[in-house]
């Protein structure tokens, strides 16, 4: 860990009550506290760390539902997917949309692949992006030629059109 997260997950477990360490945690860039490692961090009762996770301000993501992150910082995640993908239609409208690697390195912080996993779920799900293989794309997004490719090949073929077939040789 670089020594800004270490001193950033210092200072969140320096906060006086598990309430406020957590919304800390969780809210740093590059942490996705462990609801179970939090708990025994903190000593808390099962009891008690559901009543920290119900109040709305977390989101528990994960294959196994046990990454806390903060609520805000998901949503800000999930707009940076979708402007990510924007961008990348734009410069590149003949490809069929963007590698899944590629577009979770470009969130602009470090994340798990397990939580970038959670989150492009849940964005497909809502209908922002769309899953095809290793690729994501804005819903509705088909890759196109440009202009002067389009050109190019009417050309190409307006000038066989009238050929006879040929065999290969």
Not at 37 to 45: E, G, H, I, K, R
Not at 50 to 69: C, E, I, R
Not at 126 to 151: C, Q, V, W, Y
Request: charged share 25%; net charge negative; hydrophobic share 45%.
């Amino acid at each position: 860990r670089s020594v800004a997260e270490r001193a950033a997950r210092l200072a969140a477990l320096a906060e006086p009550t598990p309430a406020k360490k957590l919304a800390a945690l969780s809210g740093v860039p590059g942490i996705e506290p462990d609801k179970e490692w939090f708990a025994a961090a903190c000593n808390l009762t099962p009891a008690a760390l559901a009543g920290l996770l119900d109040d709305g301000q977390f989101v528990l993501a994960g294959k196994h539902h046990n990454l806390v992150v903060a609520g805000a910082r998901y949503g800000e995640m999930g707009d940076r997917l979708v402007e990510s993908l924007t961008l990348h239609h734009q410069q590149h409208p003949s490809e069929g949309g963007l590698q899944r690697r590629a577009a979770r390195t470009r969130l602009g912080e470090p994340i798990s692949v397990d939580l970038f996993n959670h989150l492009q779920r849940d964005l497909a799900a809502t209908g922002r992006i769309e899953a095809d293989g290793a690729l994501l794309r804005l819903p509705g997004f088909s890759a196109a030629f440009s202009a002067a490719e389009n050109e190019f090949w009417h050309r190409v073929t307006d000038r066989f059109e009238d050929e006879p077939p040929r065999a290969i040789v």
